[in-house]
């Protein structure tokens, strides 16, 4: 695909199954991330891959994170969190890791970050892969931060959940780039 009929086009799919993207794409994914934008070039990022059983475990950990919490859970509502990552057959935790820079606040390593996990939504999309980024409470819960291995100087971005669009591709929604570009004009 085009790349500039990926960046104009590129949406999310929610509903992903198997086949899982092979081992040439995943490389291609990850390579797209180390091409996000990153200020004085600290490499704030990093990345876990998580299939098969790393998906149940997840799951495990975002249900002991409401245990932990005291949320009242009925038997079908702790099996949908538990299910909740098996809705695609591979996910990637982007993981911002942050440090002490004199020009470099935390906030843009964080932007740097976000950057890579957009452009591997694109790399998943260029293939012909979907993607949805999820976050939810659980990407800031100690429970699953700790579980993930989540530094205290690190931050879970998101979850990019990856695989086969189950269907075709939602629909696109049309903007008129005029209702957010505007000229700015000196006095
Ligand atoms: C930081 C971040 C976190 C997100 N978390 C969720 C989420 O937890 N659940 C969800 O349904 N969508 C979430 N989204 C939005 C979807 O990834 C997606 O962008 C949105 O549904 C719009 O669809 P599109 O990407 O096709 O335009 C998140 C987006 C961002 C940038």
Redesign the pocket.
Known sequence: MDALEALTTR??S?RLSAPAPTHEQIDIIVQSALRAADHALLRPSRFLLLQDQALTRLGELFLAADIADGVELTPAQREKILNKPLRAPTIIVAIAALQEHPKVPTIEQEYSA?AAVQCMSLAAYAQGLGS?????SKAYHEIVRSGLGVQLNEKII?FLYLGTPCGPL?GLVEHDVNDYLSLWETD
């Open positions: 949406r999310s929610p976000a949805m980024w999820r976050t939810g998101g939602k």
